[in-house]
């Protein structure tokens, strides 16, 4: 009477069912289990940009080498600044913009932290986030009002030297830095 009642009852229809479900289940805790540890891995590797960077070289208009002391001022600058009365007054800006990069360090750690440092101070200090499918640097900071302010820049690394571009008005300026040990 048993045998009949699992072959021709629920319970034998049922049982295909559960054995789907329990295989199902455990595909789906091991992909778990599996994606878990791969992003346990992710998370704890360190980035390459992780350390202290020395501003080594800025251009914007101006390019100034600050580990050999040269400054070069290229031709189209010169071309349009040729003639006119303030032209002076804006290599002496430019020349010191660039001179406020001198002594310059970006400090990323590996919390997501960074800082600016010019000259033993800091100047600026928040959270940073890399998109690296993009090449992008994505850094957050409070104003002095108390307020978020987020700036976006791409970047390049290539061994211990890193180059960002920064929006700055109607161009671009860029910065190379050297990892310091």
Request: charged share 25%.
């Amino acid at each position: 009477m048993v045998n009949f009642l699992r072959k021709n009852s629920m319970f034998e229809r049922i049982v295909p069912i559960v054995k789907t479900m329990i295989k199902s289940i455990l595909l789906f805790l091991s992909l778990f289990i599996f994606s878990t540890a791969v992003m346990a891995q992710t998370d704890t590797a360190v980035s390459p940009i992780v350390g202290k960077w020395k501003v080594i070289v800025f251009d914007a208009g101006i390019h100034r080498d600050f580990k050999t002391g040269q400054t070069a001022c290229p031709e189209n600058l010169k071309k349009s600044l040729a003639g006119k009365k303030d032209s002076a007054v804006t290599m002496d800006l430019l020349t010191m913009l660039a001179d406020n990069f001198k002594n310059y360090y970006f400090v990323f750690t590996d919390d997501g932290k960074y800082q600016e440092i010019r000259e033993s101070k800091i100047k600026q200090e928040g959270v940073y986030q890399i998109d690296e499918v993009i090449s992008s640097i994505e850094t957050t900071c409070m104003t002095r009002l108390g307020t978020p302010a987020k700036q976006q820049f791409n970047y390049h690394l290539k061994g211990k030297v890193l180059r960002f571009s920064l929006p700055l008005r109607d161009k671009k300026m860029s910065l190379q830095c050297e990892k310091e040990d």
